[in-house]
């Protein structure tokens, strides 16, 4: 009698499962995946560490059919997203990247701040695998990011401008640029005015992609549901700060989210659930 060796599930598999699940209502059929009544995954051959560790992260978001806004931050050891003179290409290895582009990929949309724009002049778009492209969003209260920049040009995806009022942003955009002025709360957009007004276009999950002034933002207004920080073993020593948020007095006040880990290459990848989602 000959010894078959077991199937292995492959990542690839994995992730194009992910990718149906996140589109249907209903979970796909397939023979080798599939979600149990509790919602867990289930799977009919052996499955290697990193397929395991790609659904046990993903199948919570993919699964998500409410509102959900997730941010993440890729960092240094030390907290640090960019250099002080903003270089920040790459703190984090290969697995974290294709990470954050399986983010762009499961939500519908990925905002970034006026900073990052100006600095990396980013696509926003989904490379590193298959999968949809999100609608890009900037956030722009003062109008200052150049009409060059490559959201504005690229029509790879379409991007949401979001101005503030009396501001005279930059023209020409492209046709897959759609502008839209939103009222200033304090120094900027109220965090959870945007999430409305993303979710009133059909974009009710929302990956928040950077920088730290934005991410910190969202998470000090209390509308993050997951924050996924990609730590990479790397000392930068001073620069562009991850995290900013009000002083506290003692430790009992620090937050103590629930957290889960997983290995993304040399980085660590924190799940940090901040509410229940
Ligand atoms: N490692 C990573 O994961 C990662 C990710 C993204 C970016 N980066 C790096 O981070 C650096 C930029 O980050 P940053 O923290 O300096 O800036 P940022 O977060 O990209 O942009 C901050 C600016 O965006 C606008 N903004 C953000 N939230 C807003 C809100 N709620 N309402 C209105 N406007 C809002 C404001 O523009 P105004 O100033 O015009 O008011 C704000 O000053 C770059 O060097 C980039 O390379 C790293």
Redesign the pocket.
Known sequence: MSATAPDTLESDAAWQWLCRLRDHERPPEDDRLWLDAQGAWQARDAVGDATRELLDCLVPLATHRERLAVA????SLDG????Q?????Y??GLESRTH?HRLRALLDAV??????????D?LLTVRHVPGRQPVRV????????PGHVRLLRDAAAPTLH?V?PDTMPATPTGRHVTRLT?P??G?????AA?LEALAERGLPRVLI??????????LE?GVLDRLHL?VAPLLIGS????L?LAPIATLDDARRPRARTFRCGDDTLFDLILRNA
């Not at 003179?85 to 290409?89: A, P």
């Not at 900037?138 to 990011?145: A, E, Q, S, T, Y």
Request: charged residues 15%; aromatic residues 4%; positive net charge.
């Open positions: 993440q931050l890729g960092q640090r997203i960019a250099t003179s903003g270089h920040s290409h703190i984090n954050l905002v970034v701040g006026a900073g990052t724009v100006v600095a990396d980013p900037i956030l722009d209260p003062r109008g200052r990011v979001l503030g939103l200033l709360a120094d900027g957009f109220s965090p945007v992609e950077g920088g730290g002034v934005t991410v910190s933002r969202f207004a990609l620069g562009r700060p991850g900013t």
